[in-house]
């Protein structure tokens, strides 16, 4: 499988999640609600890693590590931000509006790991950016 097929997995497993996670928030406090997510990834994640193999600690660069620790932040910044809002509103409008991850994407990608936007990602990344407004204002 390619790139391609593992983020399309991905997409449909960030919507799985939408929906369920719209669920498991009707009645909880939407940090719980993280939490308990969070320690679910954690186990799971870990699990595949020791499934998977012995890791392979010693390419792990003291750089590699600020990186990864300052993702994993950003990532539970995100997610209590995404539970909160879908504790507030309905599912197929956050999860679109949610998706402008694309967007911050690509402009922090070309900003700080110099990659080359194409007219592809313009057009790509406005219709995006459209297809958020126009749900959110629904």
Same mark, same amino acid.
């Given at each position: 499988?390619? #790139? /391609?097929? #593992?983020?399309?997995?991905?997409? %449909?497993?960030?919507?799985?999640? $939408?929906?369920?996670? &719209?669920?498991?928030?009707?009645?909880?406090?939407?940090?719980?609600?993280?939490?308990?997510?969070?320690? !679910? /990834?954690?186990?799971?994640?870990?699990?595949? *890693?020791?499934?998977?193999? &012995? +890791?392979?600690? &010693?390419?792990?660069?003291?750089?590699?590590? *600020?990186?990864?620790?300052?993702?994993? *932040? $950003?990532?539970?910044?995100?997610?209590?931000?995404?539970f909160r809002a879908l504790?507030?509103?309905?599912?197929?409008? /956050?999860? +679109?509006?949610?998706?402008?991850? !694309? /967007?911050?994407?690509? $402009?922090?990608?070309?900003?700080?790991?110099?990659?080359?936007? %194409?007219?592809?990602h313009w057009v790509g990344?406005?219709?995006? !950016?459209?297809?958020?407004? !126009?749900?959110?204002?629904?």
């Amino acid at each position: 499988m390619n #790139w /391609v097929h #593992w983020a399309l997995l991905s997409a %449909a497993f960030a919507g799985i999640t $939408a929906v369920l996670a &719209k669920a498991g928030t009707k009645d909880i406090a939407p940090n719980l609600a993280t939490a308990i997510r969070t320690t !679910v /990834v954690l186990l799971l994640a870990w699990g595949i *890693v020791l499934v998977a193999g &012995k +890791p392979e600690w &010693k390419s792990l660069s003291g750089r590699a590590m *600020v990186y990864l620790i300052l993702s994993g *932040v $950003a990532t539970g910044l995100s997610w209590l931000c995404y539970f909160r809002a879908l504790h507030l509103g309905e599912a197929s409008s /956050v999860a +679109p509006v949610d998706k402008l991850s !694309v /967007v911050f994407a690509i $402009a922090l990608a070309a900003l700080f790991l110099g990659e080359r936007l %194409a007219w592809q990602h313009w057009v790509g990344g406005s219709l995006i !950016v459209v297809g958020a407004a !126009v749900i959110a204002t629904k």
